[in-house]
Every structure is written in C-alpha cells, then in structure tokens.
T-cell receptor
Framework: KAGVTQTPRYLIKTRGQQVTLSCSPI?????VSWYQQTPGQGLQFLFEYFSETQRNKGNFPGRFSGRQFSNSRSEMNVSTLELGDSALYLC????????????FGQGTRLTVV | GDSVTQMEGPVTLSEEAFLTINCTYT??????LFWYVQYPGEGLQLLLK?????DKGSNKGFEATYRKETTSFHLEKGSVQVSDSAVYFC?????????????FGKGITLSVRP
C-alpha cells in the first residue's frame, strides 16, 4: 500500500512569506502528526490531528497552524516566515493515537532566505 | 515532562563490529519505546519497538530490551554492515498522560566503514 506522501519535497521562501505543506497519510490512518527537524533542536513535535480535531500541540508559536480534512489529509501552515523556520518538516500517520506505530513521510525541506 | 537521552555521537565502526547505542528515558507513565532510523534524504523508519517492561524488540539483526528498572532501551547489533550507516533515534510515547506524542532523543549518526 502507498506510504505517507508529503508535498512538496523542497521549498524556498522569503522571510515574511507564508507557506502551506501537505501530507497524505496511509489509507485508513486517521491520526496525523507533524514534526520539525533541525540540526540544533532535533525532532520537535508540532501537533497531532485525529478525525479532523487537533488532539495535541507542541511548544511552537501561533504562526504554526494545521488542519485535517475529512479524508484524513493534513496541511500545516507557517505564516510570517523567519530564517529559523528553515527545517525538514516531517509528517507521520498512524491508525489511532500516535502512541501506536507511526509511519513517516520523506518530509518537506523548507529553506527561508 | 517526558525526555529521551541518547549517547553522544557520531559513531564510526568497521564492518562486522558489534554495535551498542545507549538510550535512557524519563516518563511519568508507562511509555512505549521505539527506535527509528533515518537514511540520508529520507524520513524516519520504525526499526523496532517495545510496549512494556522486559519486552524485546528486534528487526534486521537489531535488538533492544525495555528495562524499566534502569529506564533504558539500548540498541544492539552483533555485526554491522555498511548499509546500516544512518541516523538512529530513540523515542517514547506515553499514552497514560494527556499527550500521546512521540518524544525523540537527539539522534546519533552511525558510519560503518568497509
């Protein structure tokens, strides 16, 4: 079966712009989580969605937001981009809550210039 | 809060050497423990997991045992291959608390030379 699909794979944006990243989970998976990966901070949890509801949220500013659609696809949005937002953004899907096995996409590499 | 501590890296080994990567955790509840692996340019792949104390997870020659008494989940492999070169992350998920997110260690880069 198809894995977790993230689009686009690469993005270059300018400071102050906004960006939307997309994640299509494995068919049948209802939980989608987002993580930010940077060399300095490692993997940090952004938020988790389950059945279109945000279940958990990490310690990120309000510029980071997300949503989940009825088909379980998810998007995350970052407004007013800062240089420090440059990172690999990873999406993970699982059948129920995230404590069960999570499957990751290849990520979206965002570069803010 | 929950946390995961991994040994400092990077680690460089010769092919067929024995591998141990240390991982300890702090959690208020009863976490599930995971090892994920990340190959260059890729996302994370689940390597193995254990959901309760004394469980042993194993996959592709890698093993890790959930040790509640020492709050550890060390990763081992008896004979590494060049293809094992990657970044390895230890992680936990505690379903008994309000959050079910994955908490990751900082990761360790393993390089295996022929």
């Amino acid at each position: 079966k198809a894995g977790v699909t993230q689009t686009p794979r690469y993005l270059i944006k300018t400071r102050g712009q906004q960006v939307t990243l997309s994640c299509s989970p494995i068919s049948g998976h209802r939980s989608v989580s987002w993580y930010q990966q940077t060399p300095g901070q490692g993997l940090q949890f952004l938020f988790e969605y389950f059945s279109e509801t945000q279940r958990n949220k990490g310690n990120f500013p309000g510029r980071f937001s997300g949503r989940q659609f009825s088909n379980s696809r998810s998007e995350m949005n970052v407004s007013t981009l800062e240089l420090g937002d440059s990172a690999l953004y990873l999406c993970a899907s699982s059948l129920v809550l995230q404590g069960t096995e999570a499957f990751f996409g290849q990520g979206t590499r965002l570069t803010v210039v | 809060g929950d946390s995961v501590t991994q040994m400092e890296g990077p680690v460089t080994l010769s092919e067929e050497a024995f591998l141990t990567i240390n991982c300890t955790y702090t959690a208020t509840g009863y976490p599930s423990l995971f090892w994920y692996v990340q190959y260059p340019g890729e996302g994370l792949q689940l390597l193995l997991k254990a959901t309760k104390a004394d469980d042993k997870g194993s996959n592709k020659g890698f093993e890790a045992t959930y040790r509640k008494e020492t709050t550890s989940f060390h990763l081992e492999k008896g004979s590494v291959q060049v293809s094992d070169s990657a970044v390895y992350f230890c992680a936990l998920s505690d379903l008994t608390g309000a959050n079910s997110k994955l908490t990751f260690g900082k990761g360790i880069t393993l390089s295996v030379r022929p």
